[in-house]
T-cell receptor, first 108, second 116 residues
C-alpha cells in the first residue's frame, strides 16, 4: 500500500536558518512526488514536483529512491515561508496521496 | 477569479440531513477531483472525473456519498443522511488532461461541513 509519512507536525525555525522538511514514502512502483503548500487563508497550491528538478521560492527537494525520501530544504528561511507543507505522491494520473503535513513557523 | 470555485464555503447541518456541494473547475480542465480533509490530516482522495465520466472512487466514499459531473463542467458532491463523522473540509481540484501524471492540481477553497 502506498503511504506518505511526514514525521514532524510542527517545525519552528529562526529567520535566516536552514529548514528541512522530511518526507518518506512507500510505494511499489516509481511514483511522482510533489510538495504542496498552504499559506494562511489561501488555497492549497503546488510548490514543486520532483520531475521538474526546479527550485521554487528557494526550496529544493531531492528524491532519494534508496531511502524512499523526498525531503524539502531551503538554506535560509524567510518569514513568508510560514505555512503548512504537504508531501504527496501519485501513481501517475493526478490521484494524490498526501502526508499529514508539517506546519512551519519562521520566527524573526 | 478564474480559479476553482466551491460553494458553499461553510455548511452547518443536523445529523441525518442531506447536503450538496458544488464545484466549478477551471474551464479548460478535463479532470476534476474531490478530496476530504479532517483536522490534523492531509487531504484524502474521494473520487475523480475525466470529463463526465467518474473513473475512480475511494473506499472512503460510502453509499451515502454520490458525486456527479453531468456535462463535464461543474460537479456536485451529495452526502445523504449525514453523520457527525462526515464533518470535514471538502476540497475540489481540477487539472488539464495532458497525458499521464505530473499535472498540477488546482485546488478550490473548500467547503467546511459541520454536522451537529
Amino acid at each position: 500500500a502506498q503511504r506518505v509519512t511526514q514525521p514532524e507536525k510542527l517545525l519552528s525555525v529562526f529567520k535566516g536558518a536552514p529548514v528541512e522538511l522530511k518526507c518518506n514514502y512507500s510505494y511499489s512502483g516509481s511514483p511522482e512526488l510533489f510538495w504542496y503548500v498552504q499559506y494562511s487563508r489561501q488555497r492549497l497550491q503546488l510548490l514543486l514536483r520532483h520531475i521538474s528538478r526546479e527550485s521554487i521560492k528557494g526550496f529544493t527537494a531531492d528524491l532519494n529512491k534508496g531511502e524512499t525520501s523526498f525531503h524539502l530544504t531551503k538554506p535560509f528561511a524567510q518569514e513568508e515561508d510560514s505555512a503548512m507543507y504537504y508531501c504527496a505522491l501519485t501513481p501517475g494520473w493526478g490521484k494524490l496521496q498526501f502526508g499529514a503535513g508539517t506546519q512551519v513557523v519562521v520566527t524573526p | 477569479d478564474t480559479g476553482v470555485s466551491q460553494n458553499p464555503r461553510h455548511k452547518i447541518t443536523k445529523r441525518g440531513q442531506n447536503v450538496t456541494f458544488r464545484c466549478d473547475p477551471i474551464s479548460e480542465h478535463n479532470r476534476l477531483y474531490w478530496y476530504r480533509q479532517t483536522l490534523g490530516q492531509g487531504p484524502e482522495f474521494l473520487t475523480y472525473f475525466q470529463n463526465e465520466a467518474q473513473l475512480e472512487k475511494s473506499r472512503l466514499l460510502s453509499d451515502r456519498f454520490s458525486a456527479e459531473r453531468p456535462k463535464g463542467s461543474f460537479s456536485t458532491l451529495e452526502i445523504q443522511r449525514t453523520e457527525q463523522g462526515d464533518s470535514a473540509m471538502y476540497l475540489c481540484a481540477s487539472s488539464p488532461l495532458r497525458g499521464q501524471g505530473n499535472e498540477k492540481l488546482f485546488f478550490g477553497s473548500g467547503t467546511q461541513l459541520s454536522v451537529l
